[in-house]
């Protein structure tokens, strides 16, 4: 769907995307990375066609950005991070306005805007005033706004900034719903948010791709290996000669919250589930398991690891 190869931004000296490749498959949901200042907006900004790059490709569905702008851009729909919104217009003639420049056909206007409307949730408040609505309300009119000409690429720049709990999590649900018909770029600083919504995720740092891969793979490789913590009722003694023919490269026993209890961390190769040779060694000891599960690095240590100093 996306190819983007060898991309380069310069800005006089300085070099703002330094050969950046990635491909987007259809209906991915993936989120975008990537401190201050790494060359992400940079990236979105060429992405969605506001900036040429100095060199590269970027193709959208078979189409070179460069070759073909208007075709291409009518794919993309955009969430900058702050909307582009008109506060003295109603939603209902904001959205007309925004397609009247997207070029949706007059007969087919009052049509789109319903659609985006009941997809974004705004339904309740297309008569008001945008400059008397909430953030949260501002926001799905900004997502609105980016679906107006049927997009195939929905890209959105920190989509839940400034909002509270209840209005983060209506719009997690609401990109998880958009994401099952088009294809979703997420970025933002909120890494829980990452975590929960998109399945993929790719890292820039200083201008290059440092990581693309699901958070769940980054976890495994950067930690050297799969981790799994488990407790089990008997002693750290006998649930070590229980696991005597477990393919564990390393086994440690920490203290345990239980008393009379064993907890311990079993290491195994990267490409490997131990999981279900340790339940079946204890059943066979006789042990009961009260607890397992994988010690996998937080989304949050990923990106402080790939994207400190030494990156």
Known sequence: M?????????????????????RIEKDEIVGFLGPNGAGKSTAMNILTGYLSPTSGTVTVDGLDILECPVEVKRKIGYLPEIPPLYPEMTVNEYLSFVGDIKGVP??????????????????????????????????????????????????????????DPKQILEIRNL??????????????????????VCK?????????????DT???LARRMSGGNHIVFRADASPETVLTALANVPCEKLEFRESPEPGTAEAVAKAAPDADIRRDIFRALAAADIPLLAMRSLDMSLEEIFLSLTDDGA
């Open 175 to 196: 990109v998880a719903e958009l994401g099952k018909e088009r294809t979703v770029i997420l970025s933002s600083h909120i890494l829980g948010e990452v975590s929960a």
């Open 2 to 22: 996306i190819d983007v190869a060898n991309l380069t931004r310069r800005y006089g000296p300085h070099t703002a995307l330094d050969n950046a490749s990635f």
């Open 106 to 163: 007059t007969k087919e206007k009052k049509g789109r805007i319903n659609k985006v409307v009941d997809a974004a949730g705004v339904g309740d408040v297309c008569k008001r005033l945008i400059g008397n609505l909430s953030k949260g309300y501002r926001q799905r009119v900004g997502i609105a706004q980016a679906m107006m000409g049927d997009p195939q690429v929905l890209v959105l720049d920190e989509p839940t900034a400034g909002l």
């Open 200 to 212: 993929r995720v790719i890292v820039i740092n200083r201008g290059r791709i440092v990581a693309d």
């Open 215 to 217: 958070t769940e793979n």
